[in-house]
């Protein structure tokens, strides 16, 4: 396999294939210095044609984005014919296949992924971005059935801030907003409100508040905003998701509103904490650690690591980290 992709070798020990997405495949492996599981996103440049601007798109918005809630990224490998991206492991799986193995949430169970999402969606607006094709299979589930979201080929990052007007339309037709399908010009962060809003429905639900067969009949659905609301949504449910699937995007819920609203803080006593629980400043065991394996002085491994590569070393420090924050040993394996 190692010889199939030779960039790899000796860094990560590939296993099998564990998701592909059009122009993507995806495989597990161990980084082998930490023995850590991660997830390698290969893309061959050929077959991405005119999708290539996406995958610089994703690795850019990935590289300054560091949150509980959305897929890590570890390091990047460029080479001629191939892009590696190798990210964080999340070895239970989609949102999607979850909830369709559950029929549909009850609030509580809901309520908590939702609340996840929103966390994730706040600090993704708060850095000036918009997600655009939010949906459960751009949500992926980690070994504590957390959520990490993942997929950031579409975001946009306006020049001068959020409130810039996008055009290119995108991401999937059924989560998308009325002013996106109708091709008026529109804010990436009001359009992944109304996303946010057709993926509670989901949740709570089981089946997608706007659907049809035939585009023209689906982009008609979701331009009449009218939807179901079956018997078992409580009141407050019903209230949220009126604010978030509003065809007006300007008396659309925001998201700072969302995090007020009592539906999304039933049971809970404190808010939802958006902010990154990632610290700007370096980890004192990690660089330690880092610089007994390449036996180079603390100072030297903290400026190295400070300029953020996304190649080997930083793959490593956050790996280092990652063991840390779980309660492991922070431990180089020495043996490669
Ligand atoms: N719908 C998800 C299919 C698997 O895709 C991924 C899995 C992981 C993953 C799996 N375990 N841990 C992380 C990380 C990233 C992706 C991903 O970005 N897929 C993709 C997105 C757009 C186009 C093509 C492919």
Redesign the pocket.
Known sequence: MSSQYPELRGYYHLRET???????K?KLAYHALTGEKV?I?IMDKRALGEDLPRVKTEIAAMQELCHQHI?KLYQVIETEEKFYMI????PEG?LFDYIVSKDRLDEEEARIFFRQIVAAVAYIHNSGYAHRDLKP??L?LDEDQNLKL??F?LCAKPKGGMDNHLLTCCGSPAYAAPELISGKQYLGSEADIWSMGVLLYALLCGYLPFDDEKLSHLYRKIQSGKYEVPEWLSEETIDLLARMLQTDPKRRITISSILEHPWLNHGFNVPVEWASKYKRTLDDDCLTELAVHYGKSRQHMETVVSRWKYDYLTATYFLLLEKKMTGRPVRLLHRP
Do not use: H, R
Not at 18 to 24: E, K, L, M, Q, V
Not at 87 to 90: A, G, S
């Open positions: 564990i998701g592909s997405g059009g122009f993507a995806v997830a996103k897929c990210l964080e492991y999340c989609e299979e751009n992926l993942i997929d080929g």
